[in-house]
């Protein structure tokens, strides 16, 4: 098998149902395998699975545990259950679309460094028009195959993974218990080892999110307490914006390298630009573009509107600076100079 789909299961009965037929319709052109980890699911969403296995002898392979030992344990256990080239961590409440494991695996394999993928989605803000059909919109999307933008970190929901990054770095940490910022801690480590994180833009797997984390009723305890776990070994994620209206090649070259920098260690970067410069494509570097002679008020507007407010405003003029310098109370932001 080319790749094994690794989906922890805890009851959800008719959505498993759902993500199982969708990786049955659409992955016909991909060598899978699926590896379903039961977490002492009910009677009903345990006999589906029993006879899915039963049924599909070569192409489903059963684990189960007789008490729910949380999603992490068992993304691991299936992660240790497979020998394939790639791992693709699947949520069970997700729809794949047509060739959407296809199109993973051909942008996984485009570079060496490519270490993680994950498709287009709705949990990454491509979202189809009130009304619209998922299939339709899906074959809109396809349309990018081939594609691929860099991310600040991947999202657990679907997530391939080369076999070679889990030899380097491990497995998911389970110190995150039922989940949450497992998955950017597990990106932070793969930056960290040189691999970069992406998502295929022609692949598309549609998430109904939340809909297990949010049947556990310490849900928010929980979240809180592995965002402390998160921001204790990393820090906290920095914000930045670079106000780009005088400047120089070079300078926009370094600036285009620092920000790349921030950008894959899962930092977020503002560009205000008065006239359009090459820019790194990336999801966590964001382009504000106001042209003509409103650029300046509109540029401080949006920053002093912001509620999550900048670490650092880093700018060019040294008026520009002193007046942003003056509105600190507001902004609360370091200023920097190019």
Partial sequence: MNCDIVIPVWNQLALTKDCIESIFKNTASADYRIIIVDNASDDATKNYLEGLSKAWPRQ?????????????????????????????????????????????????????????????????????????????????????????????????????????????????????????????????????????????????????????????????????????????????????????????TNTLKNMNGDAMNLARNGNWIWYFMKDPVAAPRHSNIIIKYFPGGWFYPKTIFNILKKKKKFDEIVVGEKRLGKFLAGLNFIHKAAIKYY
């Fill in 60 to 248: 489903i392979v059963l684990i189960r545990n007789e008490k729910n030992l949380g999603f992490i344990k068992a993304v691991n256990q299936g992660i240790a259950a497979s020998n394939a080239p790639y791992v693709c961590v699947l949520n069970n409440d997700t729809l794949a679309s047509k060739n959407w494991l296809k199109e993973m695996i051909g942008i996984a394999g485009a570079a060496d460094d490519i270490g993680i993928v994950n498709p287009s989605s709705n949990n990454l803000g491509q979202k189809p028009a009130a009304g619209e059909p998922l299939e339709l919109y899906a074959e809109k999307i396809a349309g990018q195959s081939g594609q691929l933008i860099e991310l600040g970190s991947a999202v657990g929901f679907c997530m391939l993974i080369k076999r070679k990054l889990f030899e380097k770095i491990g497995v998911f940490d389970e110190i995150y218990g039922m989940g949450n910022f497992d998955d950017t801690d597990f990106s932070r480590r793969a930056v960290q080892a040189h691999y970069r994180c992406v998502r295929a833009c022609g692949a598309y797997v549609y998430h109904r999110e939340n809909s297990s984390f949010k049947k556990v009723g310490t849900f928010d305890d929980d979240f809180n307490r592995n965002r402390e776990i998160y921001e204790f070994r990393w820090g906290k994620p920095k914000r930045v914006a670079y106000i780009l209206d005088k400047i120089d």
